[in-house]
């Protein structure tokens, strides 16, 4: 371990580019526990910089000695110094740089020996949507998740903190087209459904216990009536008063959990 104390020294000019998104095959991970999750999923750790006084605290102790063991890249700064490269405003005492989840149709695949339960993130452009999809689809047991070219990056430093470590687990095929997406589920026989304020059928009146991809789209305007068309299946969420529409992250979220009840 090694002690850095300026902030042109490379390692911390290497991680501001991975904090902007200048290096595409690294990630910018901070705060302990995420650092936590990330270690145990398995992350390839490229360099771990922590803050003097986070080190004194014993969770963080604890894991700078375990993180130890598979990275020989560590330097302590001081916290002013952390700041410096910190995402947050308040920094968290722990950054990590790590080697980005391989993702593609082969991970998918990878995960056949369950029912499949994919979720596809078609033109969602906040971060931290797409985060809170991503962790409700892990907690409702889904097997994957593809997200179409024009969605926000869900390796970003907003979409990683939303999604509390589900990024590195899910089985991820990441910039698909539409129509590839839904070309793939056809050729394994996984029926899309996509949800639109005008379906006819509610979201509990489908069978969610076969093969499903749930499709969901931008926060301003859902999907367009063409990516509607192009589902299997479309279905509403009852509303009650004059309300519209829900944030995409609380209906993913209600679809979702429908059908784990039905898996149940």
Known sequence: MTHISSRDNPLLRQARSVRNGKIADLIFVEGLRLAEEALHSGLEIEAVIYSDEVAEKERAARFLEVVASVCNRMASVSEKLLATISYTKTSQGIILLAKQPESGKAKLEMAEGRTPLLVILHGINNPVNVGAIIRSAEAAGATG??????????????????????????????????????????????????????????????????????????????????????????????????????????????LLYEAARQRR
Do not use: Q
């Not at 593809?146 to 590195?168: E, H, Q, W, Y």
């Not at 459904?193 to 009146?205: E, F, I, P, Q, S």
């Open 145 to 254: 998740v593809i997200t179409t070219a024009n969605t926000a990056d869900l390796f970003s430093s907003k979409s990683l903190r939303g999604a509390m470590g589900s990024a590195f687990r899910l089985p991820i095929w990441r910039g698909a087209s539409y129509g590839d997406a839904l070309s793939w589920c056809a050729a394994h026989n996984i029926k899309t459904v996509c949800a639109h304020v005008k379906a006819g059928a509610l979201y509990t009146d489908i069978n969610w216990t076969t093969p499903k991809a749930l499709i969901v789209g931008p926060e301003s305007t859902g999907l367009s009536l063409e990516d509607v068309a192009a589902a299997d299946e479309a279905v509403r969420i009852g509303m009650h008063g004059e309300v519209e529409s829900l944030n995409v992250g609380v209906a993913a979220g209600i």
